[in-house]
């Protein structure tokens, strides 16, 4: 009961930064559509991955990039492509922008993330790829 307790507190929390990064993508002049992608990626990085073993606070997100797209976002979520791993980055990249902006993040936590998904993207693409398909020496393949 206390583990959900904690994760409904956060979350609680977490919309707080969604309606902040919201208004931030509006102000940028982005389509409803692209908020739309922007906004579903984000929440689901920081209400399901950053909550699955203890709720973790947004800036811990900052760390954990590199577990969460070179490997539960390939084996976990049936629609993970190469595309929507970069897109995805994309949209977690845009939300740590817009929380340095507003000085929920320091400027190490941002520079972190975006170094480790700069370093990494091409090599978590490359495991979708191999993961998804099925003729390829795949390493990950249960089939």
Known sequence: MEYEEA????????????????????????????????????????????????????????????GFLGDYFIRKCMWSTPGNIKSTAASIKKF???????????????????ESIKENIEEWQETCRQYDDPDDENPFAFF
Do not use: V
């Open 96 to 114: 740590y922008s817009c929380m340095f902006d507003n000085e929920i993040i320091d400027k190490n936590d941002y520079e972190t993330l975006c």
């Open 7 to 66: 994760c409904e507190r956060r979350i609680e929390e977490n919309e707080h930064y969604l309606d902040l990064f919201e208004s931030f993508l509006a102000e940028k002049g982005l389509s409803k559509k692209t908020i739309q992608n922007h906004m579903q990626n984000t929440e689901f990085y920081i209400n399901s991955y950053l909550l699955r073993y203890e709720p973790e606070p947004i800036k811990e997100g900052c760390y954990m990039i590199a």
